[in-house]
């Protein structure tokens, strides 16, 4: 039966742990993407798509708004337009290219925004707790009541149409989810004892929220964020169809589909490329979602 | 018996294995101190908390739970003081009362001589330097997403050491711990075992360079290896950085190990409190009793064949009159229901009080007086005393 010294015999539980490899947070969830094909390749899709929305100016081989009576509605690869012409004889390639530019817009602008506003709003509920939580919660649940395109129609309808409004709308609908997870993951982490540790050793609140909370409340606020992208691209392009969004004759995928519809027995391939557009967009920003909450979900 | 580490052993019926030191032996002089050796690291008095019960519509009041309940007690400098008692008598409550995490209701804490939030005591931000606690659950209190270093090196920073220099004070303690800071330190909670992120704890709230450590429940998670050797640690750190200790604990056998004096609690007050040897020895009050006979022996002649108490404690939200331990208790006469027993005058570190109608010669009892058999009467006995 040896004793163990006091001040001694604990240095032998160190010397004998391997070791370890230590990785971040971060690290690790970069390690897991770089073997995740499936996510690396939409990803490259998302970059390609937003690189040629950016650079459209220099991509597109026509100016998306010239009209040609000559050329209305021809078919794809018809001479010089190799993606057709729309109903006003309007390059479809150069319109599909600077449509990206829109709907990229219309798709990241609401989402970014609501996360900075819903998860502000979520964090301060979620952390004073109380009547404040309650007065927040309960205006965000009055949201909640409206499915979120009615809601979006009735926002951009009241408002009247336009980029801007649509906007607002967008990000009007995706405020009351972000506000709720950021809510209920800040209600989580409020409660583990090291949030109170923080506040024994005498930190301020702002440092505590700033340190403790915002590191763990991100990681679930970013994945449903990311995920809402391709929802706002669809959003917007409903919005734009129903003539409450971007207004014409501005390029936009979701307003190509609406106006070019009347042509769908005429030229159903031209037709249907506004709406492949937003297909692929849409899926990809959805498998990269999928990527990173499966990367981002690090045992902790 | 080796399997059951050091603090099993030292429990064991021949009694603490290490000398304990003197009692009377006043800690070394510190730079910190402000009150003289004599004022009490901390002074507790008529403290309560009652944690109010809402419902209905309109989140009415409708009772509350005295979970503190006109607690009062001294820390004296350099000892440690163990706490004891079942789950929910409002133990870790009081810890939290003292560390100032939850508002009291009434009561006073003076902590060396000076009071607490008050227009000329010490600030919040003061005594939070002075006073760190660490927590039961060792997964939960660090922060997942910081390397382990972070989390210690946080308190530092937060009363304005630069950042190069709180690191650097975050591996020294790693180091004063049993980590090595170069393997240890940029790690993350997840990859260190219970153990280990329960030393980063004590490393973590030793950062402020506290006098005093509020430790709630902080080896009962751990396995009894490890928990002695923790135990031996925070021994060692008690010495190396002239602590005070207030050692929460609901494991008899750690608390004798550990502890210097041992107050016992029972739903939300003060049932004894006395010298580690002298409680042990000889139980006054009879809830510490039956406490005590509930703890399993080395001893294989020394068996418990009968549940020393029984039933649940009373509903902390309506508490029995008088006595609160009345209705369990196999002494109770009609004086405990009547008043509540007075916990007497504590004189010094050798006060062994009770807060006991037998402990008081005028209060009425019929054992008033006359120490009980040392003994719980078997429940026949306990009927005809208390019909």
């Known amino acids: 039966m040896t004793d163990v010294t006091i001040g001694a015999g604990f240095q032998a539980v160190a ?33 390609l798509i937003a690189l040629a929305a950016i650079c459209a100016p220099l991509l597109a081989p026509f100016d998306p708004l010239k009209t040609s009576m000559a050329y209305r509605l021809k078919p794809i690869g018809f001479r010089q337009f190799a993606l057709g012409t729309d109903e006003l004889g309007r390059d ?22 609501a996360t900075i506003l819903g998860g502000t709003l979520g964090v301060i509920a979620g952390f004073l707790g109380g009547s404040v939580n309650m007065l927040i919660m309960r205006t965000v649940d009055i949201f909640y009541a409206f499915p979120s395109v009615l809601l979006a129609v009735a926002i ?101 589909l609406s106006t070019l519809r009347q042509a769908i027995y005429v030229q159903p391939y031209v037709c249907a490329l506004p709406g492949l557009a937003i297909f692929i967009t849409s899926l990809s920003f959805n498998l990269v979602s999928d990527g990173l909450r499966q990367a981002m979900d690090v045992r902790i | 018996m080796r399997g059951l580490g050091k603090a099993g052993r030292a429990a064991g019926a021949s009694g603490p294995a290490r000398p304990r030191p003197k009692l009377d032996a006043v800690p070394p002089g510190d730079p910190r101190d402000r009150g003289g050796k004599i004022q009490p690291m901390l002074t507790v008095n008529g403290l309560k908390k009652h944690f109010p019960i809402r419902s209905g519509l309109f989140n009415r009041r409708t009772g509350s739970v005295r979970a503190v309940d006109d607690v009062s007690f001294v820390v004296l400098k350099g000892e440690t003081l163990g706490i004891v008692g079942e789950s929910g008598c409002g133990k870790s409550t ?94 993350y909670p997840h990859e260190l075992s219970g153990g280990q992120k329960q030393r980063v704890n004590v490393a973590r709230a030793l950062a402020l360079n506290p006098r005093m450590l509020i430790l709630d429940e902080a080896v009962s998670a751990l396995d009894k290896s490890i928990e002695a050797q923790v135990l031996n640690q925070l021994r060692y750190l008690k010495r190396h950085f002239n602590l005070t200790y207030v050692f929460i604990s609901h494991d008899l056998n750690v608390v004798q190990y550990i502890s210097d004096r041992v107050l ?124």
């Open chain 1, 15 to 47: 010397d004998d742990a391997p070791a370890l490899k230590v990785r971040g947070y971060w690290r690790t969830v970069g390690y897991r993407l770089r073997y995740d094909y499936v996510t690396l390749f939409f990803a490259l899709v998302i970059v």
């Open chain 1, 92 to 113: 479809m390639l150069s319109r599909l290219i600077w449509g990206g530019r829109m709907s990229l817009l219309m798709g990241l602008t609401p989402v970014i925004l």
């Open chain 1, 156 to 256: 951009s309808g009241t408002m009247g149409g336009g980029m801007s409004n649509g906007l607002i709308a967008l990000t009007l609908v995706f405020i009351p989810p972000l506000c709720r997870i950021a809510e209920t993951a800040t209600t989580q982490v409020r409660s583990l004892d090291f949030v109170e540790a923080a506040r024994a050793s005498g930190a301020p609140t702002r440092s505590i929220i700033v340190h403790h909370i915002l590191g763990n409340v991100l990681a679930p606020v970013f994945i449903y964020a990311s995920s809402l992208i391709s929802v706002a691209i669809l959003l917007a392009a409903g919005l734009s169809f129903l003539g409450l969004g971007v207004e014409p004759p501005t390029p936009d995928w979701g307003l190509m």
């Open chain 2, 94 to 187: 009081l810890a939290r009362l003292l560390m100032h995490l939850i508002p009291k209701d009434a009561g006073e804490l003076v902590f060396d001589g000076e009071g607490v939030d008050e227009a000329r005591g010490l600030t919040l931000r003061e005594l939070r330097r002075s006073m760190q606690m660490v927590f039961q659950d060792s997964y939960s209190s660090l922060n997942p997403r910081l390397p382990v270093e972070d989390s210690v090196a946080y308190g530092p920073k937060v009363h304005g050491m630069p950042r190069a220099e709180a690191k650097k004070v975050a591996r020294e303690l790693l180091e004063k711990v049993g980590l090595k800071p170069e393997l240890f330190g940029s790690r």
């Open chain 2, 264 to 387: 016992v609690m029972y739903l939300g007050q003060v049932v004894e409190i006395g010298p580690v040897d002298s409680i042990y020895a000889r139980a006054k009050h009879p809830y510490t009793k039956a406490l005590f006979s509930s703890r399993l022996s080395m001893d294989p002649d020394d068996r418990v064949d009968e549940a020393p108490l029984t039933g649940d404690p009373p509903n902390p939200i309506n508490p029995p009159s008088g006595c609160r331990f009345r209705t369990r208790c196999p002494f109770a006469e009609d004086v405990c229901a009547a008043r509540t027993p007075a916990i007497g005058t504590w004189v010094d570190r050798s006060s062994h009080l009770a807060a006991c109608h037998m402990e008081d010669a005028s209060s009425g009892h019929s054992h008033a007086g006359q120490a009980p058999d040392a003994a719980i009467p078997s429940r026949a006995t306990a009927d005809a005393v208390n019909p």
